[in-house]
C-alpha cells in the first residue's frame, strides 16, 4: 500500500512540475489568468455598481461573490492543456512508461489549485485595496478561503470531464460557455430576492450562489441581505455538500474517460 501510494506521489508530483515548468516558458497566461478576475472586480464595482437588493456597501456584497466567481471561472487554461495533451498524443507516449495512470490529470489539477489560490491571494489584495473588509476572526477567514479552494477542486474535475469529452482545443470554448450560467445566474451581483420569484429560487440552490453565501457569512459581509430560504440558512452546509457531490460524479468520470482515451 505504501509503496503504491509512494509511486503514485512521485508520478504526480512530476507531471505537477512539469505544468509548473510551461508557467515559466508562458508568464503572460499566468499573467492575464490573474488580470481577468481583477478587471471584473473593478467594473463591476466601480463601472456599474449598485447591486439590486444591497443595502450599504456594495462592494462588502460583490467582492465574496467576485471570489466564488472567480473559482468557477478560468477553467479554460487547464481544458485547452487537457485536449492538446491528448491531440499530440502526449498521452499515449506517457501510458508508455511505466507510469501511475491518474498522474497526468492529477498533476494538472494540482498545478491549477496552485494557480487558483495565487489568483485568490492577488484578488484579496485587490478587495482590500479598494476598501473591502473582512469583519470576522482569521479562523474565520481561513473557512472561507477553504469553502472557495474546495468550490475551484470541484469545478476543476467538471472542466477536466468536460475537455476529455470535447477531445480538442478549438472545442474548448464552445465547452467553456456552459460554465457561464453557473456563474451569472447566481447571487454574485445582486441579491436572489430582487429577482423574479422562479428566478430568485433557481439562484439560490446554485452551487456557487451557496460558496458565495457561506463566505459572505464567513467574512461577515452580508451586506443588510437577509432570507428565511432553506439554502440561505444552511449556506455553509451546502458549501461543502455541492462541491463533494460534483467531485464524486465527476472526479470518477475524468479518471474513467482518461482511462478509455489513454487505450
Given at each position: ?9 512521485t ?15 508562458q508568464?503572460?497566461?499566468?499573467v ?57 498524443g ?76 470535447a ?13 457561464w ?26 452551487p ?35 462541491p ?16 478509455r482515451?489513454?487505450?
Open positions: 500500500m505504501s509503496t503504491t501510494f509512494t509511486w503514485a506521489f508520478d504526480s508530483w512530476t507531471m505537477t512540475r512539469r505544468e509548473l515548468a510551461h508557467w515559466a516558458r508568464p503572460v497566461q499566468i492575464v489568468g490573474l488580470a481577468f478576475p481583477v478587471m471584473l472586480l473593478l467594473m463591476f464595482g466601480f463601472l456599474i455598481g449598485g447591486g439590486a437588493g444591497v443595502e450599504g456597501d456594495y462592494r462588502e456584497y460583490l467582492v465574496p461573490g467576485m471570489f466564488a466567481l472567480t473559482m468557477a471561472f478560468g477553467l479554460d487554461a487547464t481544458m485547452v492543456a487537457v485536449t492538446q495533451d491528448l491531440e499530440k502526449v498521452i499515449d507516449r506517457f501510458r508508455s512508461m511505466p507510469m501511475f495512470d491518474g498522474a497526468v490529470l492529477v498533476g494538472r489539477a494540482a498545478a491549477d489549485m496552485l494557480q487558483s489560490a495565487l489568483s485568490l491571494a492577488v484578488l484579496i489584495g485587490v478587495g482590500l485595496a479598494v476598501g473591502w473588509r473582512w469583519h470576522g476572526s482569521f479562523a474565520a477567514f481561513l473557512g472561507a478561503v477553504g469553502l472557495l479552494l474546495l468550490f475551484r477542486f470541484a469545478m476543476l474535475w467538471l472542466g477536466i470531464h468536460l475537455a476529455m469529452v477531445g480538442k482545443p478549438e472545442l474548448v470554448m464552445a465547452v467553456q460557455i456552459l460554465v450560467p453557473i456563474g451569472f445566474l447566481s447571487n454574485a451581483f445582486a441579491t436572489p430576492e430582487s429577482m423574479p420569484g422562479w428566478l430568485g429560487a433557481t439562484v439560490e440552490w446554485n456557487m450562489s451557496a460558496t458565495a453565501t457561506a463566505v459572505r457569512d464567513l467574512f461577515g459581509n452580508e451586506g443588510g441581505v437577509t432570507s428565511a430560504s432553506w439554502a440561505y440558512e444552511h449556506a455553509q452546509l451546502l458549501a461543502v455538500l455541492w463533494l457531490l460534483l467531485i464524486g460524479v465527476f472526479f470518477p468520470l475524468a479518471v474513467r474517460r482518461f482511462t482515451l489513454s487505450r
